[in-house]
Nanobody, 122 residues
Framework: QVQLAESGGGLVQAGGSLRLSCAASGSIFRSKDMAWDRQGAGKQRELVAGISRGGSTNYAESVKGRFTISRDNAKNTVYLQMNSLKPEDTAVYYC????????????????WGQGTQVTVSS
């Protein structure tokens, strides 16, 4: 079994910072792409940032210059450093990882965390 566990969410004032972490655990053979999505109240889920195993990154326009995604392949962990937070960043943040397990090393599957709440007050 593979599980993703997010941490680091919370309440912060506008202009503040938070760092989210997401650790994948279980019978993991190899991780490929990892990403953070978010879903605000009454809004569609959107991709916030993604990172390949080699470190190539992409960001939503709304977070460029403020958020930084990184990863530690040895720990199967992805991070999201969020600076200059705005009230519109308020959402549940979900991590996503494409992983293969020792049960079937040839098959990549998408896994999702349970989400962590980020609330930015004005």
């Amino acid at each position: 079994q593979v599980q993703l566990a997010e941490s680091g969410g919370g309440l912060v004032q506008a202009g503040g910072s938070l760092r989210l972490s997401c650790a994948a655990s279980g019978s993991i053979f190899r991780s490929k792409d990892m990403a953070w999505d978010r879903q605000g109240a009454g809004k569609q889920r959107e991709l916030v940032a993604g990172i390949s195993r080699g470190g190539s990154t992409n960001y939503a326009e709304s977070v460029k210059g403020r958020f930084t995604i990184s990863r530690d392949n040895a720990k199967n962990t992805v991070y999201l450093q969020m600076n200059s937070l705005k009230p519109e960043d308020t959402a549940v943040y979900y991590c996503n990882a494409a992983l293969s397990s020792y049960g079937d090393i040839t098959r990549l599957r998408d896994y999702w965390g349970q989400g962590t709440q980020v609330t930015v007050s004005s």
